[in-house]
């Protein structure tokens, strides 16, 4: 069967949807949650790893951490992103406090650090806050 594989952010089932209805709302078989819910959602380790390994939709990991100044002034921007960018891309928070080996398993040196994940591998990494804008044209790019 074609489509292009979701895992669901909040069960982890992997979920087959045909690429013309990745705009459309797609919802997961097994627990009805958004798989393109066009905003920023905040996962934990197990799941990264999951739909970091197996999704062919491009996966967005701001890695962050509540007593980071610059990651809270960017949470709002990042979460914008997400909506522009709802059927391209989907957009994740990861703590990196309260999931340190998810940290350390990506070399994660700074924070706020944005990875995109593409058919099972990192394709891209950008230290630093930026705006919604910049976020959607380094997505993009």
Same mark, same amino acid.
């Given at each position: 069967? /074609?489509?292009? !594989?979701? $895992?669901c952010?909040?069960c ?5 949807v045909?690429e013309?209805k990745? &705009?459309?709302?797609p !919802? ?5 949650a ?5 905003? /920023? @959602?905040?996962? +934990?380790? /197990?799941?990264?790893? !999951?739909?970091a390994r $197996? +999704? +062919?939709v ?11 100044g610059?990651?809270?002034?960017m949470?709002p921007?990042?979460?914008k992103?997400?909506g522009?960018l ?11 406090e /309260?999931?340190?080996d998810a940290g ?6 700074? @924070?706020? $650090?944005?990875?995109?994940f593409?058919? &099972? ?8 806050a930026m705006p919604?804008q910049? @976020?959607?044209?380094?997505v993009?790019?």
């Amino acid at each position: 069967m /074609a489509g292009k !594989k979701l $895992t669901c952010l909040d069960c982890g089932q992997v979920n087959r949807v045909p690429e013309e209805k990745l &705009g459309a709302g797609p !919802k997961c078989g097994t627990c009805g949650a958004a798989l393109m819910p066009g905003k /920023a @959602i905040e996962v +934990d380790a /197990a799941t990264l790893a !999951k739909a970091a390994r $197996t +999704d +062919d939709v491009p996966l967005v990991v701001d890695f962050w951490a509540p007593w980071c100044g610059p990651c809270r002034m960017m949470a709002p921007e990042f979460s914008k992103a997400a909506g522009a960018l709802s059927s391209e891309a989907r957009l994740v928070k990861l703590n990196t406090e /309260a999931h340190q080996d998810a940290g350390a398993k990506h070399g994660i040196r700074g @924070i706020p $650090t944005m990875v995109e994940f593409s058919s &099972g591998r990192e394709v891209k990494r950008q230290s630093g806050a930026m705006p919604a804008q910049q @976020i959607v044209g380094w997505v993009r790019g």
